[in-house]
């Protein structure tokens, strides 16, 4: 079991990180270069077949066992009237992905992915974040090292995904505190509340941020006055993944709000992160952009529930699919002349 006795062990660990594989990185780009295709006519697939190899330290990369992993969590700042839905609704949804019936559940069957859902102390909320720390020190080192130990080493890629009410509230004050514009820069509509639901919504955040200003310079502090025990368990998982160098797709808005801070503690903490999508939530492409990650595709999803990290693992699967299993130009007997001159081998239509 993973212990974090104090911010100060958490900072360590998150600023000591491994590197990629360079190796095994140039070992994919030989072999992008030597299959029967013109150069870079897979596109991102391309360079998506280079980073699991770096981050797998491997060439061709595996996808035998893609673990999912959905964090939920409760929030007292849902008092303050900022969803549309009560807070019980997430151990209901909870019990719904246990008897199969969500959206992930049919997703991760037909990604040939391993769900599991962890719940974090839903019967006690976090602390209403407008009045105090949503999690004192201790709160949220244990769900931080919940989350990290959620992480099997022998894993090939790691999908995050939350499940919470009132958590894009709580991932909006993050991002509001991380990179500033507060409440009408970040906030949404989440799970589909009224304009005078976003209003409240807008000057909650606007009144968190300002609450806990003593601390908007530490990233750590601030995941755990602003965040909730999902989004912490996420921030863990994510360091663990990166400390065993296991690539890792990133979901929705809560989701990247969540890793944030290790991207904020260390210019390259996300290295070994794709973003799968970006979602309809108001404000996650500019998180996205605040953070340097390219989303995989848009397709107006804003579910949560790692929904759209298992889409992008399906890209994945497409990815390794084409890396590992196409001919080179030599195996095919194929003239390399394509290779070379792509122009003269692919004549337009």
């Not at 499940?163 to 514009?181: D, V």
């Not at 601390?215 to 502090?221: K, S, T």
């Not at 996420?234 to 979901?251: E, F, T, W, Y």
Request: charged share 20%; net charge negative; proline share 5%.
């Amino acid at each position: 079991m993973m212990d974090f006795p104090s911010f100060a062990a958490l900072r360590t660990a998150c600023l000591d990180l491994p590197p990629a594989d360079s190796a095994a990185a140039a070992s994919a780009a030989a072999r992008n270069a030597a299959l029967t295709k013109p150069p870079g006519s897979l596109g991102r697939l391309e360079e998506l077949a280079v980073w699991l190899a770096q981050w797998q330290g491997r060439n061709p990369p595996r996808l035998d066992r893609i673990e999912v992993l959905v964090f939920a969590g409760n929030h007292g700042v849902v008092a303050q009237g900022v969803s549309a839905f009560p807070a019980a609704v997430t151990a209901q949804m909870v019990a719904n992905f246990a008897a199969g019936g969500a959206a992930i559940n049919q997703l991760a069957a037909v990604a040939g992915a391993r769900l599991r859902v962890v719940p974090l102390d839903l019967d006690r909320p976090t602390a209403d974040f407008t009045k105090e720390p949503a999690m004192d020190e201790d709160a949220f080192l244990r769900a931080v090292a919940t989350g990290y130990d959620s992480v099997p080493a022998d894993g090939d890629l790691i999908c995050l995904g939350e499940m919470g009410i009132g958590n894009t509230t709580a991932a909006a004050a993050i991002a509001a505190a991380l990179f500033g514009g507060g409440g009408m820069r970040w906030a949404g509509r989440g799970t589909g509340i009224d304009d005078d639901g976003l209003a409240r919504k807008r000057a909650v955040i606007d009144l968190a941020v300002k609450r806990h200003a003593g601390i908007l310079g530490d990233p750590l502090h601030v995941a755990a006055a602003l965040g909730g025990r999902e989004l912490a368990a996420i921030l863990g998982a994510a360091l663990a993944a990166r400390q065993q160098r296991i690539p890792m797709l990133i979901d929705g808005f809560v989701c990247t709000a969540a890793v944030a801070p290790l991207a904020k503690l260390r210019a390259d903490g996300l290295a070994h992160a794709v973003a799968a999508h970006v979602s309809a939530e108001a404000a996650h492409r500019t998180l996205l952009d605040e953070l340097g990650l390219k989303p995989l595709v848009d397709l107006g999803m804003r579910l949560g529930e790692a929904s759209g990290a298992v889409v992008g693992a399906l890209i994945l699967r497409a990815t390794v699919a084409c890396h590992a299993g196409m001919a080179t130009f030599a195996e095919a007997g194929v003239s390399d002349k394509l290779q070379h001159d792509p122009e003269k081998a692919c004549p337009p239509a």
